[in-house]
């Protein structure tokens, strides 16, 4: 028992230390006011995060026109070079190396607790980091496929007020007006959104609602005024 | 210098290179496949330097294993992270095409959509003509080389407007190129000489206002 657990006793060590070395380095990245720049200098056991951090830095530098990031590019890659150095040579290197020193002793020498804790640490940290993210991202990609039909909703009911503000524009007699949102619901039939249309002969507008089963109570409302000075007015409600 | 030590250096100059070179070239994804790459050979040859001198079975199956999960767990983390960053980027674009479809509907698509309106109540009038109205409609806004410049002024900034006289149809066409929105031909020459970006073309006729994306 006694020797099982003097077995067991360096590795505990070593988690220890590897859990303390993480937590400094969590609390000298989130605590300290670091530059963009420097944060990316220190060391990540996850390296492909760093990569996604550029990588999004970028798509919201090309979402703004902006292109003014070569400073902080080059530093962010210097760092994760560092931390691809450190995690695929030099730390595998000093466990094997550590381990080599520690077989004919009975305590393992300091070299062995400093590469089992670092190699605890590139080893768990990562699997642990990765589960939440694909946890998280299931989120992400639930909230963008909602967002992303609002926007396809958007634009079809634009482009239908369009339509149905041209057609009021040609006609000669307003009480016509019941005709255009009969042709424009014929129309809208292979839509796979839901339309309602009222009208207004009193003052020749149209109200159309979009609505859809996929978002449950988002509906948007466009009233269409083709003879007033504002044409469109938009109304959302959740 | 012993053998172990060359082994490090030339491992940590190759693996670092393999990784800062392409990614200074804008590719750093593909640097750090060949980072892993360099890396999963490196442990190989670390493993094999150290199980030739392990005397404990269990150092061998230790080490092995750290190394197995290292190099499994980075590259599946990767795949994911290149995954997240691709959506990521392709769904900020469609969000900024979408914007940008929507600025241009309701700046330019209405004013032309304001020019038929003008067109339907002057059309008892002989004579009216759909590019008089368009050109008297937009004034001073038209500029040199065929340029319109927005009633908005803070969107001269992330769109071109050009304009276009058909007279021999009586037709005026606006083109409509937002400067930040990619769109689906990369090579697509835009009109006003950039490459690749959105495109629509709105054209208001006697038969009413059309309005397409040309990319």
């Given at each position: 028992?006694?020797?099982?657990?003097?077995?067991w006793?360096?590795?505990?060590?070593?988690?220890?230390?590897?859990?303390?070395?993480?937590?400094?380095?969590?609390?000298?990245?989130?605590?300290?006011?670091?530059?963009?720049?420097?944060?990316?200098?220190?060391?990540?056991?996850?390296?492909?995060?760093?990569?996604?951090?550029?990588?999004?830095?970028?798509?919201?530098n090309?979402?703004?026109?902006?292109?003014?990031?070569?400073?902080?590019?080059?530093?962010?890659?210097?760092?994760?070079?560092?931390?691809?150095?450190l995690?695929?040579?030099?730390?595998?290197?000093?466990?094997?190396?550590?381990?080599?020193?520690?077989?004919?002793?009975e305590?393992?020498?300091?070299?062995?607790?400093?590469?089992?804790?670092?190699?605890?640490?590139?080893?768990?940290?990562?699997?642990?980091?990765?589960?939440?993210?694909?946890y998280?991202?299931?989120?992400?990609?639930?909230?963008?496929?909602?967002?992303?039909?609002?926007?396809?909703?958007?634009?079809?009911?634009?482009?239908?007020?369009?339509?149905?503000?041209?057609?009021?524009?040609?006609?000669?007699?307003?009480?016509?007006?019941?005709?255009?949102?009969?042709?424009?619901?014929?129309?809208?039939?292979s839509?796979?959104?839901?339309?309602?249309?009222?009208?207004?002969?009193?003052?020749?507008?149209?109200?159309?609602?979009?609505?859809?089963?996929?978002?449950?109570?988002?509906?948007?409302t466009?009233?269409?005024?083709?003879?007033?000075?504002?044409?469109?007015?938009?109304?959302?409600?959740? | 210098?012993?053998?172990?030590?060359?082994?490090?250096?030339?491992?940590?100059?190759?693996?670092?290179g393999?990784?800062?070179?392409?990614?200074?070239l804008g590719?750093?994804?593909?640097?750090?496949?060949?980072?892993?790459?360099?890396?999963?050979?490196?442990?190989?040859?670390v493993?094999?330097?150290?199980?030739?001198?392990f005397?404990?079975?269990?150092?061998k199956k230790?080490?092995?294993?750290?190394?197995?999960?290292?190099?499994v767990?980075?590259?599946?983390i990767?795949?994911?992270?290149?995954?997240?960053?691709?959506?990521?980027?392709?769904?900020?674009?469609?969000?900024?095409?979408?914007?940008?479809?929507?600025?241009?509907q309701?700046?330019?698509?209405t004013?032309?959509?304001?020019?038929?309106?003008?067109?339907?109540?002057?059309s008892?009038?002989?004579?009216?003509?759909?590019?008089?109205?368009?050109?008297?409609?937009?004034?001073?806004?038209?500029?040199?080389?065929?340029?319109l410049?927005?009633?908005?002024?803070?969107?001269?900034?992330?769109?071109?407007?050009?304009?276009?006289?058909?007279?021999?149809v009586?037709?005026?066409?606006?083109?409509?190129?937002?400067?930040?929105?990619?769109?689906?031909?990369?090579?697509?020459?835009?009109r006003?000489?950039?490459?690749?970006?959105?495109?629509?073309?709105?054209?208001?006729?006697?038969?009413g206002?059309?309005?397409e994306?040309?990319?």
């Amino acid at each position: 028992m006694k020797e099982k657990t003097n077995n067991w006793l360096p590795w505990l060590s070593a988690l220890l230390i590897g859990i303390i070395i993480a937590a400094l380095l969590t609390f000298i990245s989130s605590s300290l006011s670091l530059s963009r720049t420097s944060a990316m200098l220190i060391p990540n056991s996850v390296p492909s995060n760093q990569l996604v951090w550029i990588s999004t830095i970028e798509s919201i530098n090309e979402f703004s026109g902006e292109n003014s990031q070569s400073h902080f590019y080059k530093g962010a890659l210097v760092g994760i070079t560092i931390s691809i150095i450190l995690m695929f040579v030099i730390i595998p290197f000093i466990y094997v190396k550590g381990t080599l020193q520690s077989e004919d002793k009975e305590n393992p020498s300091p070299l062995w607790y400093v590469g089992s804790a670092f190699m605890l640490m590139i080893t768990i940290l990562p699997v642990i980091i990765g589960s939440l993210s694909i946890y998280r991202y299931q989120n992400v990609e639930e909230r963008s496929v909602f967002s992303r039909t609002q926007d396809n909703m958007r634009l079809e009911l634009m482009d239908v007020s369009f339509t149905a503000a041209e057609q009021i524009l040609e006609l000669d007699d307003i009480s016509k007006l019941s005709g255009v949102s009969a042709e424009i619901l014929g129309q809208l039939k292979s839509s796979e959104y839901q339309f309602m249309l009222v009208t207004n002969p009193a003052d020749s507008s149209i109200a159309i609602t979009i609505s859809s089963e996929e978002i449950k109570d988002f509906k948007t409302t466009t009233t269409i005024k083709p003879y007033s000075e504002e044409i469109f007015t938009y109304n959302r409600s959740f | 210098m012993k053998q172990d030590y060359k082994l490090l250096i030339v491992a940590t100059i190759g693996v670092g290179g393999a990784f800062l070179v392409p990614a200074l070239l804008g590719e750093y994804w593909l640097g750090f496949i060949l980072a892993l790459i360099g890396s999963a050979i490196f442990l190989g040859m670390v493993y094999r330097f150290g199980s030739s001198r392990f005397k404990k079975e269990n150092s061998k199956k230790t080490t092995l294993t750290f190394f197995s999960l290292l190099i499994v767990s980075s590259s599946l983390i990767f795949a994911f992270d290149y995954y997240k960053a691709n959506f990521q980027k392709e769904l900020l674009r469609e969000i900024r095409v979408t914007i940008d479809t929507g600025v241009i509907q309701s700046e330019i698509r209405t004013e032309l959509l304001e020019v038929f309106r003008e067109y339907q109540l002057s059309s008892k009038q002989e004579n009216a003509s759909i590019v008089q109205l368009a050109t008297d409609f937009f004034g001073k806004r038209l500029v040199e080389a065929n340029k319109l410049k927005p009633e908005n002024e803070d969107l001269e900034k992330d769109f071109t407007f050009l304009f276009q006289e058909n007279s021999d149809v009586d037709s005026f066409s606006i083109y409509s190129i937002a400067e930040h929105s990619k769109s689906w031909d990369k090579k697509f020459e835009n009109r006003n000489g950039s490459v690749g970006k959105l495109q629509t073309k709105t054209t208001v006729s006697k038969g009413g206002v059309s309005h397409e994306r040309e990319n």
